[in-house]
């Protein structure tokens, strides 16, 4: 018995060296409460720079520091070019192309995110970016600024076609440095997802925990009792996605 739990150890053992090491970088984040969420997790050496705009100096370049909430001063913000492994996962506010932001575009005061991301990319250069905004982005801009040194792959991604019922869809964009990083594989970005979305896990009445006659004793709206006999109707036995 003891010989087989120290096989399964050294078994384990290299099950973790196979796996691929993620060591988390920098992060951003301008809610406070987010900031204190990423500085618990991830550990007190970890910078969490304040504003995205603050990457920014006063003559609109990349600056060299920039205000960090994990250590309460100025941080050196990473202005190197990427490593051949490292992968970019960000990008500016979506006001400027939402209802929310009444889409005034490059007018709205709030564009400076926008400018300040894509003058941090140009510098990082980063093999794989992931960015994500609201349907309504301009993605030619996108295309416009970084087309020439990058390979672009777009998605659009609706939680309802994963068993959500929420309408909150959004584009995805994956940007490969050219040289650096490529899409191999038969399928598009978009196809690769809807693949994703295909696997039925669970059954329509999974995501209502309670009953009907439950829901009112707790005061439920009549929207939600709409929602779910609307779900009851039209989808009878039907399954939905889920990434679980």
Known sequence: QQQQQQQQQQHQHQERRQMPRVRLGVACEIDARCQHVLAATHGKERCVFKD?????DGDGNIARTAPCATHGRCCPLPCERAGRTEVDISGPLCQMWSNAGKRLRASDPRYYTHIAYLKHRQIRQEPVRIFENVVAYNEEMLMEQLGETCEI???RIDPRLLGYSIARPRLYFLILEK???????????QETVALLAAKPQLKIKDY?????????????TKVKERILKQYQESCPGKLLYDFT
């Open 52 to 56: 995205i705009g603050s990457f920014l």
């Open 153 to 155: 792959h777009v998605a």
């Open 179 to 189: 040289g650096r990083a490529t899409w191999d594989n038969d399928l598009t970005f």
């Open 208 to 220: 209502f925990y309670k009953r009907m006659k439950d829901m009112r004793k707790r005061k439920w």
